[in-house]
């Protein structure tokens, strides 16, 4: 039941521990760095006009509780981190660069956004720059994720990568350049609802079905 506050607050150096996550059960991730600011069950954090800058791990992980971001920056981290169940808000936030501007592709889930909302709960991302990733801007699972008014640039892999069985992700008024696919259907019965968008400049604008290894193909011709 714990609630953190901040305003105007700079976070710079954590993540010191790349293994946290294998020593610490009870917690879903990609990725085992340290992360900066973790919202445990129950618990609430609310950051308004603050930074988290060059960051030696993830920035966030959110367990299941609220995690409200307004007018915040997230630059050079391994990830912003996963965030999974409860409720995430970021609106006015910008998301850039994952881990850094090398020109080196790493798919190892180096995305800005790992959003895991779970059933019954929504995530919203409102009006927000999403860009220079290793791999994919916003990847998901399973649940229900609402974007809004954002702009998604020079995502190595994907802009938006919404999978799993049980998702739904609606994207409005948004802008993809220069990724590698601007918004995928990904695996599984995912439901994409983009409304005025654009895709400029991507390898590929609209893609359905992942694009992991080459497929495998039977000959029954004879």
Not at 83 to 94: D, H, K, S
Not at 198 to 214: E, T
């Amino acid at each position: 039941g714990s609630r953190f506050t901040g305003t105007g607050t700079i976070f710079t150096g954590s993540g010191a521990d790349p293994t946290w996550f294998n020593t610490h059960a009870g917690y879903s991730v990609h990725r085992r760095e340290q992360a900066c600011l973790l919202v445990d069950t129950a618990a609430q954090a609310f950051l308004t006009n603050c930074f988290f800058i060059r960051l030696a791990g993830q920035a966030f992980h959110l367990k299941s509780g609220v995690l409200s971001l307004t007018d915040c920056l997230v630059d050079r981290a391994t990830t912003c981190g996963q965030l999974n169940g409860g409720t995430f808000t970021a609106l006015r936030c910008g998301f850039i660069e994952f881990p850094d501007t090398t020109t080196n592709f790493v798919d190892e889930d180096n995305d800005a956004l790992y959003l895991v909302p779970g059933s019954g709960n929504t995530h919203t991302v409102e009006q927000c720059v999403v860009g220079f990733t290793k791999d994919d801007g916003i990847d998901t699972g399973a649940g229900h994720i609402v974007i809004r008014g954002c702009w998604f640039e020079n995502c190595f892999h994907e802009g938006t990568s919404p999978s799993t069985t049980v998702h739904n992700m609606e994207i409005y008024d948004s802008v993809f350049t220069h990724c590698g696919q601007g918004v995928e259907q990904g695996f599984g019965n995912t439901t994409v609802l983009a409304s005025h968008c654009a895709m400029v400049g991507c390898m590929v604008g609209i893609r359905s079905g992942d694009n992991y290894g080459a497929p495998t193909f039977t000959d029954y011709s004879g």
